[in-house]
């Protein structure tokens, strides 16, 4: 299994918008206004995949996957049903989100990005994210 790096992030590098400066490169997806770093972590060590553009707005991976973690438990203490999809978390100036991927095999990854809150969309981003969960997996 290849893991790709998801780039949405404005500032991700190069022509290509895949982090590494290639054009077309496997890793390119369109680009959200708004989403100023994008880390593709796993959820259960925190080990950080790849990030793209700036990576202190993505996250730090253990905290990601802490946090997501923290919050599974306390849903389910409270009955909630089901896997956890997406954590929004929102000040005056940003947004940070954690969305899960799950993979068919092995640990559920974590999307962590940062949001400049004046110039995105959140729920076109948490789409957006959901329709290319699978282009992180290969």
Do not use: W
């Not at 923290?70 to 203490?77: F, Q, Y």
């Amino acid at each position: 299994m290849t893991l790709k790096v998801l780039c949405v992030a404005e500032r991700c590098g190069g022509n290509g918008g895949n982090g590494d400066g290639t054009p077309g490169g496997p890793g390119r997806a369109s680009r959200f206004p708004g989403v100023t770093g994008v880390a593709l972590v796993d959820a259960v060590t925190g080990l950080a995949y790849g990030v793209a553009g700036e990576a202190a707005e993505a996250g730090d991976g253990a905290e990601a996957s802490e946090l997501a973690a923290l919050i599974v438990e306390r849903l389910g203490a409270a009955g909630a049903e089901g896997e956890l999809e997406s954590v929004v978390t929102t000040s005056t100036k940003r947004h940070q989100v954690l969305f899960s991927v799950v993979r068919p095999a092995g640990d559920p990854l974590l999307l962590a990005a940062g949001l400049d809150r004046g110039r995105v969309n959140v729920a076109l981003v948490l789409r957006g994210f959901g329709e290319r969960a699978g282009e992180v997996l290969a």
